[in-house]
T-cell receptor, first 112, second 115 residues
Framework: AQRVTQPEKLLSVFKGAPVELKCNYS??????LFWYVQYSRQRLQLLLR??SRESIKGFTADLNKGETSFHLKKPFAQEEDSAMYYC??????????????FGKGTKLSVIP | GAGVSQSPRYKVAKRGQDVALRCDPI?????LFWYQQALGQGPEFLTY????????KSGLPSDRFFAERPEGSVSTLKIQRTQQEDSAVYLC?????????????FGQGTRLTVV
């Protein structure tokens, strides 16, 4: 069975400081990895996925198969980045959002 | 519509009561998913529909949970004889084509509290 671990429940950083939200996973096959974000009083939404190799809102994430990690990074935090972030895994590569396994989430708080 | 719509937004049920949670997906979306999110946890997969067919119900926690999507659009998640451990936010998501490589859009969720 797959598992996603986000070791930090809460992460506080100052505006302009770098951000790294950690995500580790366990799965024996070739999964697809995602980061989802939930802003205050808004619905859960996709931030980025590893197969797209995009940078969204200044965030990037690289899949490290050797370390089974998919950490989310941003060089300069903005106040509007304050939100709940969830790392998620789909066991079927290329299967989009099918049968996602989510981590428990990290609440990012950016201090002005 | 503008997005995935779920109703009711909040539901308080007495233990033992049956509840029905509704999901209106984005028009034309083939795939529909239900997730359960307990307090302080990430969402957990419950079940998946492709059109009206329920292709995966491996995440349903017990036979008290039942989901349907009879016409391939609106879906209902029913919980019979609710128990306190059923208290959670129930999320519905839909996506435009079959499983492959597409984004799922989530609803606001229904917060169920069993007292």
């Amino acid at each position: 069975a797959q598992r996603v671990t986000q070791p930090e429940k809460l992460l506080s950083v100052f505006k302009g400081a770098p951000v790294e939200l950690k995500c580790n996973y366990s799965y024996s096959g070739s999964p697809e990895l995602f980061w989802y974000v939930q802003y205050s009083r808004q619905r859960l939404q996709l931030l980025l996925r590893h197969i797209s190799r995009e940078s969204i809102k200044g965030f990037t994430a690289d899949l490290n198969k050797g370390e089974t990690s998919f950490h989310l990074k941003k060089p300069f935090a903005q106040e509007e980045d304050s939100a709940m972030y969830y790392c998620a895994l789909s066991p079927y590569s290329g299967a989009g959002s099918y049968q996602l396994t989510f981590g428990k989430g990290t609440k990012l708080s950016v201090i002005p | 519509g503008a997005g995935v719509s779920q109703s009711p937004r909040y539901k308080v049920a007495k233990r033992g009561q049956d509840v029905a949670l509704r999901c209106d997906p984005i028009s034309g979306h083939v795939s529909l998913f239900w997730y359960q999110q307990a307090l302080g946890q990430g969402p957990e997969f419950l079940t998946y529909f492709q059109n009206e067919a329920q292709l995966d119900k491996s995440g349903l926690p017990s036979d008290r949970f039942f989901a349907e999507r009879p016409e391939g659009s609106v879906s209902t998640l029913k919980i019979q004889r609710t128990q306190q451990e059923d208290s959670a936010v129930y999320l519905c998501a839909s996506s435009s084509i079959g499983r492959t490589n597409t984004e799922a859009f989530f609803g606001q969720g229904t917060r169920l509290t069993v007292v």
